[in-house]
């Protein structure tokens, strides 16, 4: 692959927004969100392995993809006002950063393949 090539862009978007999920549910400010940011961590490290088979983020299924972007959303939603987080509190936005990039890289495929 070569450098910025959708492959790699889509490779390097869904290793940060794995690092990012991982890095949020170590943190004892996330506690109570520990559990709902596992959950989402389980079903992109899912999308990977299909991106890894395939090499398209068109496999990942839109009405999901749509659904984990809601969430993660919600949950960034608990920790605007919170003012008890530190730095840490860039975490609920490098993971939604992250997930619209999946989103977008995934349009512009499905874009490029028609």
């Known amino acids: ?18 690092k990012s999920l991982t890095t949020i549910t170590n943190f004892e400010t ?4 520990h559990n709902a940011y596992k959950d989402v961590l389980k079903i992109v490290m899912k999308w990977l392995t299909d ?11 839109h009405e999901e993809l749509l659904s984990v972007y809601h969430e ?7 920790w605007l006002f919170n003012e008890n987080l530190g730095k840490e509190s860039e975490l609920s936005d490098e993971v939604i ?4 990039e999946v989103m977008e890289l995934r349009k512009m495929e499905i874009e490029m393949s028609e």
């Open 1 to 18: 692959m070569e450098r910025g090539s959708p492959e790699l862009e889509a490779k390097i978007a869904l290793n940060n927004l794995i």
């Open 72 to 78: 993660l959303d919600d949950l960034k939603g608990k």
């Open 97 to 100: 950063i992250w997930i619209w």
């Open 30 to 33: 996330y506690k109570e969100a």
């Open 51 to 61: 991106f890894k088979i395939s090499q398209k983020l068109s496999v990942i299924n």
